[in-house]
Every structure is written in structure tokens, then in C-alpha cells.
């Protein structure tokens, strides 16, 4: 096997269906950028209210991916 170097970020996203879908749609746009995502971790839940309803779930997320080669020194 072999050895694996990733680098990890955090990011939020957020949805007014649910703490899935937030994830989700945090995954799908951090992937229109980053290449080789690999896992995810949550690191928080949170939420918005309105009128003492949810309005707004937000879910932070720590991101993995491997870096290349030629990224290796940045």
C-alpha cells in the first residue's frame, strides 16, 4: 500500500432541508475545485432559527484530500 500525505481544510455548508443535505451540497462545491477528495470528518452542527424554527442547518466540515506531487511543497 501506499503511503498516503493529505491535506485537510474546513468548510461549512448549509441547507434549509437538512444536516444530509448540507453536507452534501458542502461536498459537491468543494469538489468543483479540489481534486482527490478522499473523506470527510464533522467537526460541527449548528443551526439557524426563525420564529422558533429551524430555518438553517450548518454543518463544519474537515475535508481530505491527497496532494500531488507537484503541490507537495505549498
Not at 503511503?3 to 444530509?20: A, L, M, N, P, W
Not at 479540489?34 to 466540515?61: A, C, M, P
Request: cysteine-free; overall charge negative; proline content about 0%.
Amino acid at each position: 500500500m501506499d503511503d498516503h500525505v493529505y491535506r485537510v481544510i474546513e468548510i461549512t455548508g448549509s441547507s434549509t432541508k437538512s444536516i444530509e443535505d448540507a453536507i452534501q451540497s458542502a461536498v459537491a462545491r468543494a469538489s468543483r475545485t479540489l481534486r482527490n477528495l478522499r473523506w470527510f470528518e464533522v467537526i460541527g452542527t449548528r443551526g439557524h432559527l426563525e420564529d422558533g424554527k429551524v430555518h438553517h442547518y450548518q454543518v463544519s466540515l474537515k475535508l481530505g484530500f491527497t496532494i500531488d506531487d507537484a503541490s507537495a511543497g505549498v
